[in-house]
């Protein structure tokens, strides 16, 4: 009773600590962020920065909120939303829609994987002239670069994934007399999953990347036609409003996808958790 009663104790001493370590955790990623504003802002400050060039963080915040007063910012940004999740979620269906074609059997392999490989050996970002000319001008060649250029991180790490499921656990799996789609269902494609959800963050990013290039052709909006707007109107603190707003939906998205994978793997153990008690001895 006692042993039971000190156990309890100590995990609510605990829980404040991991509270704290949580909090701790959180504000020592924007340590980094912050710093670099405070060194801008200082540089502006005593002159040592051409303010036409490069517009101190007050500047971009000015012009930040005036956009976002006007509605310019949200209009834009719902469409540069839209173009992104259209493109990505078919990027990211093909992507598993190969990679489980040719994962799961040599004639699948033998299909499309050679295919898949040349086609990603283009830079798709130089097939924009093409896919005007297939397409027109409108939404369609956009989200189809996007796709284009998220499907294969997510085809090639699925595909990676499965082959590298070990061979003694589908054995030991097929001793319980598991049926061959039961054993891809509970075995591989857990097994897979790790390595699948590497790939979606690397298409979450190139989704991001591509948008940037495809909003700044023929586009009468999105962000990025606020920011060759901007350009021809020297407007350079519009233009780092583009580029931190970009930046901070990549690192929003690639966030959404970290906080999958922590819960779709919960069952993993890692590195960093094998030190926690250590740190919490220490």
């Known amino acids: 009773m006692a042993s039971a009663t000190l156990t309890v104790e100590r995990s609510v001493a605990r829980a404040p600590s991991r509270a704290v370590s949580k909090a701790f955790d959180g504000a020592h990623r924007f340590l980094v962020p912050v710093l670099i504003l405070v060194v801008w802002q200082a ?69 499309v994987d050679s295919t898949l490989q040349m086609v990603r050996t283009l830079p798709h970002l130089a097939l924009i002239p093409l896919f005007i000319l297939w397409f027109g001008i409108g939404e369609t060649p956009k989200i189809a670069l996007i796709a284009l250029g998220s499907v294969f991180p997510v085809y090639l790490n699925l595909f990676a994934g499965i082959r590298a499921v070990d061979r003694k656990v589908i054995e030991a799996a097929t001793t319980l007399d598991l049926t061959r789609a039961e054993i891809i269902w509970n075995v591989i494609l857990p097994g897979a999953l790790p390595s699948f959800l590497v790939g979606l963050r690397y298409a979450v990013g190139i989704a991001w990347l591509t948008l940037v290039v495809a909003e700044q052709v023929n586009a009468n909006s999105g962000i990025g036609y606020l920011v060759m707007n901007a350009r021809d109107f020297l ?30 793997l919960a069952w993993r153990p890692t590195f960093t958790d094998a030190q926690q008690p250590n740190r919490r001895a220490a």
């Open 43 to 111: 540089l502006d400050s005593f002159g040592w920065i051409n303010a036409r060039l490069m517009p101190s963080p007050i500047r971009v915040a000015e012009a930040f909120w005036q956009l976002l007063v006007t509605g310019q910012l949200l209009g834009n940004l719902w469409i540069s939303l839209v173009r992104v999740a259209v493109g990505l979620g078919i990027g990211v269906f093909l992507g598993i829609a190969f990679g489980l074609f040719a994962g799961l059997s040599r004639f699948g392999e033998n299909t």
């Open 235 to 264: 407007e350079t603190d519009v233009i780092f409003v583009g580029l931190i707003i970009y930046a901070i939906l990549g690192l929003t998205t690639d966030q959404m996808v970290r906080a999958i994978e922590r819960r779709a």
